[in-house]
């Protein structure tokens, strides 16, 4: 029985709630282990239930710090998205499968688990607000949020890969080399003219013109090639936009710790658990884009204090 002098209410204080957050939503420290580390390592007996509790209590102080992700998100001009798998498991409604979609700006991550994977998700998070420029893959539900869009040439070049795998021996290595060659030519955007990039992107058209009116020898090739034609001007948006990248590993990278977490967890048990991992990974990203570890950006997120830079 604790003390009757002890006040009412929870015993740990934001400094283990933090602790616990990090070694579970960041590090993939599952409820029994975590049990056992703490006390192990630092002599604090804290059963699961408890930790359950505790990280249950950490969603409305993580709430606020979405609210101030979601509206730096609001502000940005190019966005990067992506989204994976978020297995749910409830006494209710059995296993489902969730998304786990990530929205990344220069300054601001966020992560959001739906029920959905259609565009009023995105739509849902961003309000009225059009960015000049979006990045991402080509799953339909990421067309028409921006004014432009860039399309990941990561993608497009597995895609390449695999057509020359299959065999084809002239158009798939020649769009290789061309991508390749306009990804290395983005690198170079600061030391260039805003008139040079646009030089080098009419080139890199009339290239790719000249690829298009190749004959393929494989189905794989002519798949390539008509899948080339119906992208063809998402391709080379980075080159005259400074601040677009050619690729979405940004947003990869973002949801990585999450699909190291499904696998380790086997997923979530519960709505809350499912919303507080969202709300602490994009604590924790949008933290490292502002200088900050992952304990640093969740304690402060904890205890009310900003997470941005500026």
Known sequence: MPPDTMPPGSPFGPSVLAMLADLHHHHAVGYERLS???????????????IANALHRAKRPLQRAEAAIVERLRR????GCDET???????EQGTRMNWEWVLVSDKAVLHCIHRSRGRDVITEVLGEHRQRCWVSDRWGAQQGHAETHQVCLAHVLGDVEYAIDAGEPCFAPALCRLLCWA?????RRPTLKDSTLAQ????ADRRLDRLLAMPTITEAGAELQQQTKR????FFTFLTDRDAPPTSN???RALRPSVIFRKVTNGFHSLWGADVHAQTRSVISTGRLNGLS????ISRALVGQPIFAS
Do not use: N, P
């Open 250 to 252: 940004a947003s990869e």
């Open 85 to 91: 798998g978020a297995r749910l498991t409830t006494a």
């Open 76 to 79: 940005a001009e190019v966005i």
């Open 231 to 234: 992208w063809r001007a998402q």
């Open 36 to 50: 056992r580390l703490m006390a192990e390592l630092f002599a604090l007996r804290i059963s699961q239930g408890a």
């Open 183 to 187: 990804i290395a030519v983005g690198r």
């Open 294 to 297: 992952a304990h640093q950006a």
């Open 200 to 203: 080098y992107r009419a080139k």
